[in-house]
């Protein structure tokens, strides 16, 4: 009977394994005699396939049968919860097994360091080994690789070089795999000379060995040590993997050799052994994307598609940011395409991704599409929606998604308040604004950080309440800094308070004395305040800092083609006929006949500069158009001046149209005459 049962155990135990579990359970429920390994490869085949709800009801069944689980059977379910990421689970599943008498050993203490480690629960992964060692438990190898590789990843060096010497005491500093990933610990942690000792001191390296050197040169930006290493290797006999070939490309991408990094990429497939996987054309798309050329990236991400290799979300999470912006308005839903045809839409990161990039896109509709269809969402997805609809000034529906957020019993955190903050400058609703920003502190315990502030003094500021604003400036719990002024600053100019201005002007030139912008509004300020002597000191004061304003730039898409303007741009072959539409328009609108505000220019009036870069643009994008286009979507590089604005909202109104325009005070979202920043910038 007992060599019966060995075999069927065997027999068991392969269908268990290899995924047949349908198999491996009529096999199981037909078997006249079973013992615990029986019952433990049945569990053993459910664990694998994630079914852990019926591993734990066969557990029951089990206990029934008369035999109770040891520490096999144990260790079975605490590795499965870890390797499905349940880490909590698994720690729950540890203390029931003590509290049945039995003891963890070694594989129980190594299944949880790697599973807390996997889940980038670092701290704790480093706590349980140090526990492991606290109650007696030798560790082994893989422990104290996993323990190893977890420094790594914290770049904790010291408790690295404390592991370092257990493994010399216990006589296991010898294994690969503990050498291994102490090079990855040293490289990581900049300590390359030790790195590169103990992979000298490794006799028979293998493909992991080479890997770990050449990553730690190219990390370190030591792109030439790492072709040395890397022709080395081949010289070896060691076959590089796709795993060489990814790290070359990325370390010669992030060194700026983009040639030399193309040209590893189109070798690695030549002798036909190596394939390129997904990570290899994201090295590139990263590469291209972190120096600055995105039209490349999105060339490889084409040609990738071509070659049917299928992104993963790293590919979409490196784009999208990328493209959130007006101009690539389209490129996000290129990329949304993608992602619909390669079933992404399953990952969390990536849905948040595309309702930020809509936003900023101004394609506030799809983010709450994409939103709205959601069956789970975290706090980013919240927050990522509320700041969406801030941006695009919808302050309303950033405050009913908050209500929501709330119903829903997710804590509101920094990222939350600074948008509801915002939405509540953005609506007037100044009482409610200093309420949230009071319940950061006393209901949910979250310090304010400085942009917290500066939203506080845009909220009075929006209002009007000037005096509130600097009264509040003047009780932070925190020094305030340049942005903070700069806020006070642009109520000031709004409201037209000159005194304050002025106030908030010298603020902003002890922090930052060289400002010339700044520096010529305070002589404005002086000025216009009608004091001779404070004028003629300050220019005193300020003589050899001459105002050198920034020329300004406007970019925009009109029939897939970005087209970029400068200001009295005469370069175009249309020229002569945008600028005398402008002139047209100029001259159909009705100049105000005062303004309480004060003038803060970025660039050079259009007397001097010459008519400015968004006109030009705007003119291009309805002359240009053969129909009259519907959504003009331009990004400045400057803050948009008075008469631009008035002059786009006149536009929006008149020829029926939506401007979108992104300066670097805000996404203004010009419509029907109005726009959304309620005309302050």
Not at 641 to 653: E, G, T, Y
């Amino acid at each position: 009977m007992s060599s019966e049962i060995r075999v069927n155990n065997t027999i068991l135990a392969v269908y268990a394994k290899c995924g047949k579990l349908s198999l491996a359970r009529k096999f199981f429920d037909k078997m006249d005699g079973k013992d615990k390994v029986s019952w433990n490869s049945i569990i053993t085949g459910y664990c694998l396939t994630g079914k852990i709800e019926e591993a734990r009801w066969l557990l029951s069944l089990m206990q029934k049968d008369g035999f109770e689980p040891g520490l096999v059977t144990w260790n079975i379910f605490i590795t499965s919860y870890n390797q499905l990421g349940n880490c909590d689970l698994a720690m729950e599943v540890m203390k029931e097994m003590e509290g049945c008498g039995i003891t963890p050993d070694v594989v129980t203490w190594t299944s949880m360091v790697s599973g807390l480690a996997q889940s980038n629960r670092i701290v704790q992964a480093l706590d349980m080994f140090r526990e492991m060692l606290l109650v007696g438990v030798e560790p082994n190898a893989v422990t104290l690789m996993t323990a190893i590789s977890a420094c790594a990843s914290f770049t904790a060096l010291w408790k690295g070089m404390e592991l370092h010497s257990i493994a010399v005491k216990m006589g296991l500093d010898e294994d690969v795999l503990i050498r291994n990933s102490l090079i990855d610990l040293y490289s990581k942690c900049g300590k390359l000379e030790a790195a590169r000792q103990v992979f000298d001191m490794i006799l028979e390296k293998d493909v992991c060995t080479w890997n770990s050197m050449i990553s730690g040169y190219c990390q370190a930006g030591y792109c030439g040590k790492a072709h040395d290493l890397f022709m080395s290797m081949l010289q070896s006999g060691i076959a590089p993997n796709v795993i060489t070939w990814n790290v070359m490309i990325t370390g010669h991408m992030q060194n700026g050799d983009e040639d030399l990094a193309m040209d590893l990429f189109q070798r690695m497939e030549k002798d036909g052994t190596i394939k390129r996987d997904t990570a290899s054309w994201n090295s590139l798309i990263a590469g291209y994307l972190q120096n600055g050329q995105k039209n490349k990236a999105l060339g490889i991400f084409r040609q990738m598609q071509l070659y049917c290799v299928r992104p993963n979300p790293v590919t979409i999470l490196s784009l999208l940011p990328a493209c959130a912006n007006l101009v690539d308005a389209k490129k996000v839903k290129e990329i949304h395409a993608c992602v619909f045809r390669h079933n992404l839409l399953s990952d969390l990161s990536v849905l948040n991704s595309l309702i930020d990039s809509y936003a900023k896109a101004g394609n506030l509709v799809y983010s709450r599409k994409i939103f709205d269809r959601m069956s789970t969402k975290d706090i980013v997805t919240w927050n990522t929606m509320i700041a969406g609809s801030v941006l695009l000034g919808c302050s309303n529906t950033a405050l009913a998604l908050l209500e929501q957020m709330k119903n829903v019993g997710l804590k509101l955190n920094r990222g939350t308040f600074l948008s509801v903050i915002s939405a509540c400058g953005l609506g007037g609703m100044v009482e409610k604004g200093k309420q949230i920003f009071s319940s950061m502190t006393e209901d949910y315990f979250v310090l304010p950080s400085m942009e917290h502030y500066v939203a506080m003094v845009h909220l009075f500021g929006r209002a009007g309440r000037l005096e509130e604003a600097v009264e509040f400036i003047e009780n932070m719990t925190i020094e305030p800094d340049f942005s903070v002024w700069s806020a006070l600053l642009i109520a000031c100019k709004v409201h037209g308070n000159v005194n304050l201005a002025i106030y908030a002007g010298e603020r902003l030139l002890e922090l930052k004395p060289g400002n010339a912008l700044i520096q010529q509004f305070v002589l404005q300020m002086y000025a216009t305040r009608g004091n001779s002597d404070e004028s003629f000191n300050a220019r005193k004061a300020y003589k050899g800092n001459d105002t050198e304003r920034s020329l300004g730039w406007s970019w925009i898409e009109v029939r897939n083609v970005v087209h970029t303007f400068v200001a009295g741009d005469q370069s175009k072959p249309n020229s002569e006929i945008l600028h005398s539409w402008v002139k047209k328009m100029a001259g159909e609108i009705r100049k105000p006949e005062s303004h309480q505000g004060l003038f803060f220019l970025e660039e050079e009036n259009e007397e001097i500069s010459g008519v400015h870069s968004e006109k030009l643009a705007i003119a291009f994008a309805l002359i240009g158009s053969t129909q009259a286009s519907k959504s003009i979507r331009i990004i400045k590089n400057l803050r948009i001046c008075s008469d631009c604005h008035r002059v786009a909202k006149f536009i929006s109104m008149t020829h029926g149209c939506k401007i979108y325009l992104k300066d670097p005070a805000c996404l203004h979202h010009i419509k029907d005459g109005h726009c959304s920043c309620g005309d302050y910038w």
